[in-house]
């Protein structure tokens, strides 16, 4: 079993950059791929990006491909998602998530609580 914990969210203006981080409990954080998903308000969850066990594949939804990079660091048990050029749009509440596989569409098992990020106009 693994507890996820983000951080890194806020209020930031269009344009502006962010980097979320989701820290893992346990030893066994190598052995998970990780995956950043976001919901904004009377939405359902989407998918954001996810990232393989030892992080060379990585899979990103169209609507943030090119602004945001997911990357993992497995000695600190850490997993971050840097959003570049954030849009009004990109508000929500970010969870970072672990499971077997990456994918866009795979299934995660355990997941955070959440980082609100707020995008102004």
């Known amino acids: 079993q693994v507890q996820l914990v983000e951080s890194g969210g806020g209020l930031v203006q269009a344009g502006d950059s962010l980097r979320l981080s989701c820290a893992a409990s346990?030893?066994?954080?190598?052995?998970?791929?990780m995956g950043w998903f976001r919901q904004a308000p009377e939405k359902e969850r989407e998918f954001v990006a996810t990232?393989?066990?030892?992080?060379?594949?990585?899979y990103y939804a169209d609507s943030v491909k090119g602004r945001f990079i997911i990357s993992r660091d497995n000695a600190k048990n850490t997993v971050y998602l840097q959003m570049n050029s954030l849009k009004p749009e990109d508000t929500a509440v970010y969870y970072c998530?672990?499971?077997?596989?990456?994918?866009?569409?795979?299934?995660?098992?355990?997941w955070g609580q959440g980082t609100q990020v707020t995008v102004s106009s």
């Open positions: 998530a672990a499971g077997k596989v990456a994918g866009p569409f795979s299934e995660f098992d355990y």
């Open positions: 346990g030893r066994t954080f190598s052995s998970y791929a």
């Open positions: 990232i393989s066990k030892s992080g060379p594949i990585t």
